[in-house]
């Protein structure tokens, strides 16, 4: 491990460098940092055997092989805000800490969002590429109706979805709201209303989700809620890939049971959905809404940061079990 006190270790990573990390460790809790990308479970309980600590992209599982192979593991922190990658029942039994980056992207998702939806009602790829396959005719894009009046519905009503609800007021959207975990004063105070998730899908002529995605909201959208749907909402995803369905997605955009959807990401390997995308009432973005240079610096920053202070005996800021300080106090003399 050279002259370091702690090694920790990058299981995956799509950024150009990992400079901000390697400084941020070193100079904060003289850690090195090592990298590998990871393709197998195999490949990260390897990596994670002689680590302190683990930053974890979008390759997964990191869990409970892992966690009964790396003797020195204190913490994991996932470079985002979901937490499907990491098993953090496992983390807890085992004593190490898990944390996240919950805020880092708040204002591209919530833009992104916005966009998408701008997107859906003036049908502006749709204009782009006409004109610029030779024909000038705003007559393909019919019909567009004013967005003004028109409602949004909401599903989950976190820090990114409130921020939508925020924006989407200045174009006049009148907002529905589905999150059985908050009350309905927040709502109000978004000038927002709460409501059932069926009248929401029977009412909304935009629905954005904004869910994490865990066993109770994998493919949340199916079916059964597409065909609730009115025949002219556009369904906005910018959240996790598996909360819909993607077949009953690809099924419900080809036989015209809503008018079109667009989305950020799809549930597994993007490769297995050509025939999603080449529907033309689809618009996609390869899971782009996350990014601006400055969200990718506050990332690399923060994550590398809730790392080292673990390293130094504290707890993560984002912490994400913080049942753990029990086994974590029993096993290694606990953290502050």
């Not at 901000?20 to 090592?34: Q, S, T, Y």
């Not at 204190?74 to 190490?96: C, F």
């Not at 024909?135 to 894009?141: G, L, M």
């Not at 994490?212 to 949340?220: I, S």
Request: glycine share 8%.
């Amino acid at each position: 491990m050279g002259s370091a006190k702690y090694k920790v270790v990058v299981t995956d990573s799509e950024f150009p460098h990992l400079e901000r990390e390697k400084k941020i460790l070193k100079e904060e809790a003289d850690a090195e940092l090592v990298y590998k990308e990871c393709k197998t479970e195999d490949d990260i309980v390897e990596l994670a055997r002689d680590a302190d600590g683990i930053l974890n992209l979008y390759f997964g599982p990191v869990g409970r092989k892992t966690f009964e192979a790396a003797k020195n593991l204190k913490v994991v922190v996932r470079y985002g805000i979901g937490l499907d990658t990491i098993d953090i029942k496992a983390a807890t039994e085992y004593g190490i800490a898990v944390g996240h980056v919950p805020d880092y992207c708040l204002d591209e998702v919530s833009d992104h969002t916005l966009a998408l939806i701008l997107n859906c009602a003036r049908k502006i790829t749709l204009l782009n590429n006409t004109v610029k396959g030779g024909k000038w005719d705003f007559k393909v894009s019919k019909p567009v109706y004013r967005i003004k009046g028109k409602t949004l519905g909401i599903v989950g009503f976190g820090k990114i979805g409130r921020m939508v609800a925020a924006k989407a007021k200045a174009f006049g959207l009148n907002l529905l709201v589905y999150d059985p975990f908050i009350s309905e004063d927040i709502a109000r105070d978004y000038s927002a209303t709460m409501v059932e998730k069926d009248k929401l899908f029977s009412e909304a002529d935009f629905i954005a989700l904004h869910l994490p995605l865990n066993e109770a909201t994998r493919h949340f959208i199916g079916e059964k809620e597409l065909k609730a749907m009115k025949k002219n909402t556009y369904l906005i995803n910018a959240a996790r890939g598996g909360v819909i369905d993607t077949e009953a997605l690809y099924k419900a955009l080809k036989e015209g049971w809503i008018a079109g959807a667009a989305i950020d990401l799809v549930e597994g390997s993007p490769e297995e959905w050509d025939h999603l995308f080449r529907l033309e009432n689809l618009t996609v973005t390869p899971h782009a809404a996350w990014y601006s240079e400055e969200s990718i610096t506050q990332l690399q920053e923060t994550a590398a940061r809730e790392v080292a202070r673990v390293l130094n005996g504290r707890w993560p800021v984002n912490f994400v079990n913080p049942e753990v300080k029990t086994v974590a106090t029993e096993k290694r003399g606990g953290s502050k």
